[in-house]
T-cell receptor, first 113, second 114 residues
Framework: KQEVTQIPAALSVPEGENLVLNCSFT??????LQWFRQDPGKGLTSLLL?????REQTSGRLNASLDKSSGRSTLYIAASQPGDSATYLC????????????FGTGTRLKVLA | GAGVSQSPSNKVTEKGKDVELRCDPI?????LYWYRQSLGQGLEFLIY????????KSGLPSDRFSAERTGGSVSTLTIQRTQQEDSAVYLC????????????FGQGTRLTVV
């Protein structure tokens, strides 16, 4: 059974800090990896998609990397802001030869003003 | 539409009743996914459609759950004889194609079975 784990489960940081969220998966046979954020009571907002041929993606203050050989992805958030407070989820697609997304357990981030 | 649309946004139903949840994907997206998120839990895969067919329905919890997609567009998730453990947020997502493209989620339907 494929599993996606996110560390840490929760994180509280002061505004302005740079931070790294980690995602690990047990099967490197994935097509792509996508990072999402979820605000309380809301759906998921797509942040970054790293396609199968890519190792990194950047959008504004966000940078995500993917290392299939080690089964790891990281999401780097630069100069964190209170508006970044949310739950961050990673999802691997194509794990175990299917197109379904397998989601991690999430990291709850709180950025203090 | 501009994004994935789900209706209703909230549904309260009595135990034993049937419910239908609707998902309107982004126009032109061929892949459609249903997930369930119970309170404080992660996202649980239910079913995935490519066009009108469902290559993977392995996540449907029981035969009370079914889903269909018609015209390669709108999808309906039906739960028969609802139970209290069915209470959750049901999320739908679509992507331009299966595999290697970005998935976009709707705001979800919050189902409460009383």
């Amino acid at each position: 059974k494929q599993e996606v784990t996110q560390i840490p489960a929760a994180l509280s940081v002061p505004e302005g800090e740079n931070l790294v969220l980690n995602c690990s998966f047990t099967d490197s046979a994935i097509y792509n990896l996508q990072w999402f954020r979820q605000d309380p009571g809301k759906g998921l907002t797509s942040l970054l998609l790293i396609q199968s041929s890519q190792r990194e993606q950047t959008s504004g203050r966000l940078n995500a990397s993917l290392d299939k050989s080690s089964g790891r992805s990281t999401l780097y958030i630069a100069a964190s802001q209170p508006g970044d407070s949310a739950t961050y989820l990673c999802a691997g697609q194509g794990i175990s030869g299917t197109y379904k997304y397998i989601f991690g357990t999430g990291t709850r981030l709180k950025v203090l003003a | 539409g501009a994004g994935v649309s789900q209706s209703p946004s909230n549904k309260v139903t009595e135990k034993g009743k049937d419910v239908e949840l609707r998902c309107d994907p982004i126009s032109g997206h061929t892949a459609l996914y249903w997930y369930r998120q119970s309170l404080g839990q992660g996202l649980e895969f239910l079913i995935y459609f490519q066009g009108n067919s469902a290559p993977d329905k392995s996540g449907l919890p029981s035969d009370r759950f079914s889903a269909e997609r018609t015209g390669g567009s709108v999808s309906t998730l039906t739960i028969q004889r609802t139970q209290q453990e069915d209470s959750a947020v049901y999320l739908c997502a679509s992507s331009a194609q299966a595999g290697n493209t970005e998935a976009f989620f709707g705001q979800g339907t919050r189902l409460t079975v009383v």
